[in-house]
């Protein structure tokens, strides 16, 4: 560690946060104003990268370079707005989880549709002509490149600034950001302020990913590992706030860089490894902003909403119906085994459907009932998981007892991170709940010793008399079965009808006496048990586990099987569940495109069913049932 390298690891933070601020202020923008938590952003700035490199090769490097960037830019900036008029245009009036539902949809297309584009390989632009060299700073070679990148960041927020601040246009966004209903009441084209903010954030994120064509290689994988380090930016800096936007990039590219600078340090007899810290010092950062200002650095608390909009319907016992189809259900479950004996795949497959089914129903106990929009969920499902194979390996628990334990360990989890997330709502909930998954994911990576690190661990089997897969499918069920049945009771219980109360009217129930963020609280407990119970029958049921169990990618998969299901059904998340992994399944063994088939299928069904598959049929049932009263 030196001073000159201190001062080049400042200064490629420098960089680093111009080309962050730019993906990062387009996404506050959409935000700001059409209020769509934009998973496919990260997929705009991987296009912007991939278009450039073909223009470049199109337009040569020495004359078509700088032509190439821009045009990139605007390229993206139209399939954003296309995008936006084709398919989010109709669906703004369903609830915003099911337009995020759409986006994450539209992240698997255009990973597919690049796939097919540009192959599966690593694609490396050339330099920038003009700006291929180094200028030496303190003895060592900068180069000049990020140099320009240093001045990139300050200039697009300086041309925002004017253009939000000194034009009618830009008057408009803003007002539409403090209240779009009253902007449309105006006479102001809602739908056509909408599609030229969604274009004009694309082309930011365009614009960031061409300007990386001579730092990095263009891959498949640019598109999620830029949307969370983007959305982080955008909570952090405060949602909408284009100035803290750059601020929060800032902040977060120069802590990263000191931890690289500050590499492996002795403290006390310990070795500590900074530069490890960068796989998660964002979402570190996040953390302790939130918890302390919880509408982030420069944002201001998000005022409540004048529209109450259409109340749910009340909790409901099951019907006579509902529990003779719930039965013949449970026998054809109970059945399945001996009527696919010749096809040992189908138990696996049940195995993960019941699984899933146990993950998304925990999950939808804290989103649907409680209010509490959850982007890390897997967490609990990881630390069950975990929990389970450690107790196994380490101590010699017996496999009935860690299954028994394993969920206890997430309880704890829960009981930990959701002390933090009750205190926060919307957006920063969920965003506090991403931010401690990342983390229990960084410290699961990188603890090779305890967790096996990125290996992982295996040899994590069931007991002899659950060796058979026939055998593992019936305790399955049977877990799966009492874990699903134990979270219904609940609700129907003072609990949950208290739960729901603190949802749909924080300000009354607190007057009659409800303490909301308590019960808030504990509804994080029993979901992450739950959650806990489903990662630890994955664990067992596949003999090892991976840091994966606790990705992003988990915890998406999680919100997709609630969404699609219905939110506002008590049977959503296992039909969405099922619905999810059968599709996911069956796809990627029947085509290499799986994923833009997939995304298709969830597009299709967002457009046909906007309140979920269940709850589509239980408008449908409800319908047929009152058509007979109507008649005279």
Known sequence: MNFSGFVVQLLNGLAGASSLFLVAAGLSLIFGVTRIVNFAHGSFFMVGIYVAYSLVEQLGT??????????????????????????????????????????????????DAVLWLWGPDELLGPRAPGLSGAVEILGRQFPSYDVFLIFVGPIVLGLLWLLLTRTRWGTLVRAATQDREMVSALGVNQAWLFTAVFALGATLAGLGGALQLPREPATLEMDLNTIGAAFVVVVV?????????????????????????LGVVEILGYSLSF????????????????????????????????????????????????????ALLGLVLLAL?????????TTVLMIDLLVAALFAASLHFIMGPAGMHSFGHAAYFGLGAYGAALL????????????????LVAALGALVYGWFAVRLSGVYLAMLTLAFAQITWAITYQWDALTGGSNGLTGVWPSEWLSDKQSYY??????????????????????????????????RADAIGIDVKRMQWAAFVLAGAAAGLAGALYAFSKGSISPETLSVGRSVDGLVMVLLGGIQTLAGPVVGAVTFTWLHDTVARNTDYWRAMLGGIILLLVLLFPQGIAG?????????????????
């Open 392 to 407: 196994v390996r380490s101590t010699g628990m017996p496999m009935e007892l860690a299954l028994v334990v394993a969920p």
């Open 337 to 345: 085994p001996v009527l696919t004996a010749g096809s040992p795949y």
């Open 62 to 111: 020495r004359l078509g370079f700088w032509p190439a960037v821009l045009l990139a830019a605007v390229a993206v900036g139209v399939l954003g707005a296309l995008m936006e008029m084709l398919l989010l245009r109709r669906i703004y009036k369903a609830p915003e989880l099911f337009q995020l539902l759409a986006t994450f949809a539209l992240v698997l297309v255009i990973k």
């Open 237 to 261: 800096g405060g949602m909408g706030s284009i100035p803290g936007a750059y601020v929060a990039a800032l902040l977060i590219s120069e802590i990263k860089a000191v931890c690289i600078w």
């Open 474 to 507: 019936y305790l399955t069920l049977a877990l799966v079965a009492a874990g699903v049945l134990w979270l219904r009771r609940v609700l129907f219980s003072p609990f949950g009808y208290a739960l729901r109360a603190g949802r749909d009217s924080h300000l």
């Open 275 to 326: 530069s490890k810290l960068t796989l998660v010092v964002e979402f570190l950062v996040m953390a302790v902003v939130l918890v302390a200002r919880p509408w982030g650095l420069m944002g201001r608390p998000q005022p409540a909403s004048r529209y109450v909009g259409m109340q749910e319907e009340p909790l409901r016992r099951a019907s006579k119906a509902y529990g003779i189809a719930a």
């Open 616 to 632: 589509y049929a239980q408008q449908l049932f409800a319908r047929l049932r009152r058509a007979p009263e109507a008649k005279p």
